[in-house]
T-cell receptor, first 116, second 114 residues
Framework: EAQVTQNPRYLITVTGKKLTVTCSQN?????MSWYRQDPGLGLRQIYY???????DKGDVPEGYKVSRKEKRNFPLILESPSPNQTSLYFC???????????????FGPGTRLTVL | AQSVTQLGSHVSVSEGALVLLRCNYS??????LFWYVQYPNQGLQLLLK??????LVKGINGFEAEFKKSETSFHLTKPSAHMSDAAEYFC????????????FGSGTRLLVRP
């Protein structure tokens, strides 16, 4: 089954304790992205990657890191989490076709993070 | 700059009634527009998308949306609501730069009354 998986689905942690949220897709997609969802704000992009070893900042990158060492995986790293990073996080992937924004992005099930 | 506005954070309809969820966009170039649905505790699922082919776009689960350039709108409709349609709906526009990110509206929660 074609899918985007995220782990963990739920995480409660404390301020300053480094954590990683994993994202994996089995559709051979070049493009991957992380979003956070906050009430009343919709989803906002954190980071994106157009292919292996190619990543760039989205709208809200502060406090986050990413890496893309393999095509299928795109982990999100919080080196020193703070309470304002409490949110619902989604990973997404799509085929990459240059000059086109019409590609459908497929979303993972989400990771609900609480930072105390 | 591209943006999306969804009117109404909550919409309540009776089962069997028409569903109308409003979305207006702002874009200086022809946009690619999407509607996603989020069921409780799940990720986002694509309902339909507009990519400049037909202005009336049919999606899954009986939903459709019409692109109206003169009104800069892309409203989502369904003739007859079902209880299973209760969810949050997001309209999004694809940003036409190297990020190709989706710019989302703030979402509309659809409630379906029996």
């Amino acid at each position: 089954e074609a899918q985007v998986t995220q782990n963990p689905r739920y995480l409660i942690t404390v301020t300053g304790k480094k954590l990683t949220v994993t994202c994996s897709q089995n559709m051979n997609h070049e493009y991957m992205s992380w979003y956070r969802q906050d009430p009343g704000l919709g989803l906002r992009q954190i980071y994106y990657s157009m292919n292996v070893e190619v990543t760039d900042k989205g709208d809200v990158p502060e406090g986050y890191k990413v890496s893309r060492k393999e095509k299928r995986n795109f982990p999100l790293i919080l080196e020193s989490p703070s309470p304002n990073q409490t949110s619902l996080y989604f990973c997404a992937s799509s085929l990459w076709v240059s000059t086109s924004g019409s590609n459908t992005q497929y979303f993972g099930p989400g990771t609900r993070l609480t930072v105390l | 700059a591209q943006s999306v506005t969804q009117l109404g954070s909550h919409v309540s309809v009776s089962e069997g009634a028409l569903v109308l969820l409003r979305c207006n966009y702002s874009s200086s170039v022809p946009p690619y527009l999407f509607w996603y649905v989020q069921y409780p505790n799940q990720g986002l699922q694509l309902l339909l998308k507009y990519t400049s082919a037909a202005t009336l776009v049919k999606g899954i689960n009986g939903f459709e949306a019409e692109f109206k350039k003169s009104e800069t709108s892309f409203h989502l409709t369904k003739p007859s609501a079902h209880m299973s349609d209760a969810a949050e709906y997001f309209c999004a526009v694809s940003k036409m730069d190297s990020s190709y990110k989706l710019i989302f509206g703030s979402g509309t929660r659809l409630l379906v009354r029996p």
